[in-house]
């Protein structure tokens, strides 16, 4: 069972990399640990957040989540190495806006079972060469603690044979 009530919440994201664009690389060659670095804004909730998601060995990724004032875009290279201290590895100083997305996100989120549901529709990036719009594309993501395909939204989504892939906005 899912909650009753459905909202389309506006987010906008600005993915953080270096000139050499360390990050998508790395993601692109499958090192782990690697490092992904945004600043989300939840634009209904007024709320903005500088976000570091590391994919580590394994397939386990831990997010950290800083809370910056509502519609914060530019930080400079000493907040940022002063707010990614803990996460050394991270070439802090570097860091440049390099991709903005924007979308609408509904979330189910499970009664029953521990999971939730998050549909990603509206899709718009923008970097310094345009501006793509993908408003025919859904990303469907089923978040759980622990993989479980015998929940009932996987159970759900089988006969209806989506692939199953791995997926960053940032990477897309």
Not at 56 to 66: E, L, M, Q
Not at 144 to 152: A, E, G, I, L, T
């Amino acid at each position: 069972a899912v909650s009753g009530t459905t909202t389309h919440a506006p987010y906008r994201t600005i993915y953080l990399d270096t000139d050499g664009r360390k990050c998508l690389t790395d993601h692109h060659r499958g090192k782990r640990p690697r490092f992904k670095v945004r600043i989300r804004h939840h634009l209904a909730r007024e709320m903005t957040f500088l976000e570091v998601k590391e994919s580590r060995r394994k397939g386990k990724t831990a997010k950290d989540r800083i809370h910056l004032p509502f519609s914060t875009e530019d930080i400079s290279p000493e907040q940022l190495t002063e707010s990614l201290a803990a996460h050394p590895d991270i070439p802090a100083a570097e860091l440049r806006p390099r991709m903005w997305v924007e979308f609408s996100r509904t979330t189910l989120v499970g009664i029953d079972v521990e999971e939730r549901i998050t549909i990603d529709t509206d899709l718009v990036f923008r970097d310094q060469n345009g501006e793509k719009s993908l408003s025919d594309l859904a990303i469907l993501e089923v978040k759980q603690n622990r993989r479980n395909h015998h929940s009932p939204s996987m159970k759900a989504l089988r006969p209806r044979q989506y692939v199953e892939l791995s997926l960053s906005k940032y990477i897309t």
